[in-house]
């Protein structure tokens, strides 16, 4: 393994950044960065090259002499993931990449039994199948939870009307259905993956997650750090309205509920991300005291 190279793509983005600084850190691949934008990049790599998702070229390019390629693609930029996951397939093939690292997540469809219509899940499981039959000597799929970054981010605690700080959302504050985790310790699991290709290199599945959450669980670590924040259930017809792009959460959340983040059957898969990480994960309650 010693000096091969990991071709990185997202190595500017929350999952890829992990990716690299786990890779450095444990120090036996060549790490390549890829960005659109090489110029601006100012991440620890050994190398930075230029490549786009929906570019098959250029990816191609990006790809050369790569033992291994982690790839994942940005729903919220409007991406067609699909379209985009399929590149990156075709892209690593082309260039004779050896192990190819999807980042997918559950088939909400498939698991709700077309119940739940969730696009930013579901359009990355459809990807899971072009990565199987593509005939990579390894190929291996990791499924990154709820970011714990989420909660100071996109899903922060907001002003409520009642004066108070805190959510709003179509959710029972008592279930335990949130997988979560911080989003830099994917690449703890991903660099464990390059590491250990005859176990999980035959399209084994590595859920990141390092607690199964309710909202009160959240609200709880808060406290617990001396943050006092609200939690208001609505129903999903009202959160729907609040904002474009609200009904794909609340039929996110529904879906949580119902059938947890990571899935039914996805116990056997989070032990294994964990035994096959580089280091340990960093707890809800540890994050925020950091954070
Ligand atoms: P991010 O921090 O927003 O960064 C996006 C990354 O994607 C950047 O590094 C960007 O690279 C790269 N990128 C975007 N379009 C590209 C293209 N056409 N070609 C090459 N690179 C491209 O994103 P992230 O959080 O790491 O990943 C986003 C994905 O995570 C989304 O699809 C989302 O559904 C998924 N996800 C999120 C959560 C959550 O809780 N937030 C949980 C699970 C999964 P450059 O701009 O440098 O080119």
Do not use: C
């Amino acid at each position: 393994m010693k000096n091969r190279t990991i071709a990185v793509i997202g190595a500017t983005g929350s999952q890829g950044k992990g990716g690299v600084h786990s890779l450095m850190k444990e120090g036996t691949f060549r790490v390549r960065a890829i960005t659109r934008n090489p110029d601006k990049y100012t991440g620890d790599a050994h190398e930075v090259v230029r490549g786009d998702l929906t570019d098959l070229s250029s990816l191609t390019e990006a790809f050369q002499n790569a033992y291994g390629v982690f790839v994942v693609t940005n729903f919220w930029e409007g991406a067609d993931e699909v379209a985009q996951g399929k590149a990156a397939v075709q892209a690593a093939k082309d260039a004779g990449v050896n192990h190819f690292i999807w980042s997918t997540l559950p088939n909400v469809e498939r698991i709700s039994q077309g119940k739940y219509d969730v696009p930013h899940f579901t359009g990355k499981a459809k990807v899971d199948e072009w990565v199987k039959d593509a005939g990579f000597q390894h190929f291996t799929f990791v499924q990154p939870p709820f970011y714990f970054q989420n909660l100071s981010g996109m899903l922060g605690a907001q002003p409520q009307q009642d004066g108070s700080i805190g959510w709003t959302l179509p959710l029972d504050p008592i279930e335990k259905a949130i997988h979560m985790s911080d989003i830099n310790d994917l690449g703890k699991v991903v660099a464990g993956a390059f590491l250990n290709p005859e176990k999980v290199g035959y399209g084994s599945y590595l859920s990141l997650s390092t607690e199964l959450n309710s909202f009160n669980d959240i609200l709880e670590a808060y406290k617990a750090n001396g943050k006092k924040y609200s939690f208001n259930q609505v129903p999903a017809e009202v959160f729907s309205n609040f904002f474009p792009g609200a009904g794909e959460i609340a039929q996110m959340l529904a879906y949580f509920e119902e059938h947890t983040y990571m899935g039914p059957d996805s116990k056997a898969q989070i032990q294994l991300a964990r035994e096959i990480a580089t280091e340990k994960f960093t707890s809800l309650h540890d994050w925020i005291k950091l954070n």
